[in-house]
């Protein structure tokens, strides 16, 4: 199991210190980044953990049958280590923390469903390019994966935080408020809208693939 939470840890680690590095730069290009740096790290541990770097993602995969239950906390635990530290890291080195919030000119049901579509979309993304029997062996699924998180961010961050993942969402969430003096209150949108978004992934692939 070692190897498999390390893997979690540093894919996680990697993927919101990208995050953290060219928001709080205010890089016009933070998405592509973005979506460049989970491709990497999807490709790096795929074949040893799944690469899923999203609690979201885990818990989608495991609604789907390929992921065992004894794995799923372990998972959730290493990812949002990965995202704490990496937040932290980001605050010494930038002087200012990660801050993932929507947008506060408008009502929060509205980054709360597009945390919900882009999630979904992120989730049945993975299930049919990196679980599917009938595209087993791509060596697209990396860059289908990345894709997807560089689309949603650029579409969806400005009014959401872009998150699609409650470890980004909540990681650098904890750190502003422990270390920077930052709010908790909306981190919920990003465990509600990512958890509902992967549960309905999962729902959805197995109508797609009744046979596996």
Known sequence: MAKLLLTEFIGTFFLVLTIGLTVVAQSPFAPLAIGSGLMMMVYMGGHVSGAHYNPAVSLAIFLRGKLDAKLLLPYWGAQLAGAIVAAHG??????????????SSIPPIYPLVLEFLFTFALALVVLNTATA????????????????VMV??????????????????????????????????????YLVGPLLGAWAAAAVFKLQNPVG
Do not use: C
């Open 90 to 103: 980001t605050m010494l080195i930038m002087g200012s923390p990660l801050v993932v919030a929507p947008s």
């Open 133 to 148: 029997t009938a595209t087993q062996g791509n060596s697209y699924y990396g860059l289908a994966i990345g894709f997807t």
């Open 152 to 189: 949603g961010a650029f579409a969806a961050g400005p009014i959401s935080g872009g998150a699609f993942n409650p470890a980004v969402g909540l990681g650098p969430a904890l750190v502003d408020m422990l270390f920077a003096g930052g709010s908790f209150g909306q981190a919920w949108i």
